[in-house]
């Protein structure tokens, strides 16, 4: 096995994501709901980012809308630049695909296949080109501290495992933007400092940009950056240092 010395990226200054005016009311006429209004962001590249906010407060559909898996009712979505709100649905799964890694709250892996089948049919869903998968899919478990443990399936894992191999299979593709739903929701508090301390590393030594939600006081400790929501509405943005 090589060995790899990785050193940490350069800070940069680049947004990698801006909304402006976003609104998002779901249904129609008197059962309309309107989820999201005026919001407006910028997350800077290379940073950690929590949305807060209690249940109902709009963190889902703003993540939706940032990873362009939702189209706003109003207002636009820029990555580095590009306007995804104006996107073809084809050109936006294909950024979707190509740019971003989703995780969520309930880990989601295959039951019948172990953590390394996971992350490599992760990658051919996606459509990568299968001839570099087995080395992509390893390198990602690596990345995640769970190369050792490839061979297990979910059952014979913990849950904070569960969810580092839910990781592993949303960077095996190398997304510049990782988009986590409540990552540690499910999780003890000392596993879901274990995956908050794997999107630090991703972070660090890939230049990756992590934007999660979270209720736990304890996780927006170990973020950069933490938007507030209420009502869907940003009410604060505080950065810790
Ligand atoms: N698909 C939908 N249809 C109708 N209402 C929705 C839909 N998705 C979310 N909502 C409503 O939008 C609001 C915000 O929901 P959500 O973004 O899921 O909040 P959070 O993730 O902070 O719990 C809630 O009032 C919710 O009921
Ligand atoms: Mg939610």
Excluded: C, W
């Amino acid at each position: 096995m090589s060995t790899k010395v990785e050193l940490p990226m350069e800070a940069s200054n680049e947004t990698i994501l801006r909304a402006i005016g976003l609104k998002r009311v779901f249904g129609k006429g008197n059962a309309a709901v309107t989820a999201l209004s005026d919001v407006h962001l910028e997350i800077p590249m290379g940073s950690m980012v929590a949305l807060k906010g209690r249940s109902g407060s709009g963190k889902t559909t703003l993540l939706n809308m940032l990873s362009a898996l939702d189209e706003p009712t109003e207002g636009q979505v820029f990555f580095r630049g590009r306007e995804v709100t104006r996107m073809s649905g084809k050109d936006r799964s294909v950024f979707r695909r190509k740019e971003i890694g989703l995780v969520f709250q309930s880990f989601g892996l295959i039951p019948l296949m172990n953590a390394y089948e996971n992350v490599e049919f992760g990658l051919r869903v996606a459509g990568t080109p299968v001839k570099g998968n087995r080395a992509a899919a390893e390198q990602a478990l690596e990345r995640v501290g769970m190369r050792e443990r490839m061979k297990h399936r979910p059952a014979e894992l913990s849950g904070g495992e569960q969810q580092r191999v839910a990781i592993a299979r949303a960077i095996a593709h190398e997304p510049v933007l990782l988009i986590a739903d409540e990552p540690t929701a499910e999780l003890d508090s000392k596993m879901g400092i274990q995956v908050m301390r794997v999107f630090r590393e991703l972070v660090k030594y890939s230049g990756m940009t992590v934007v999660l939600t979270t209720h736990d006081p304890g996780i927006m400790e170990l973020v950069d950056h933490v938007i507030a929501l209420e009502d869907g509405k940003i009410v604060s943005q505080t950065t810790n240092d």
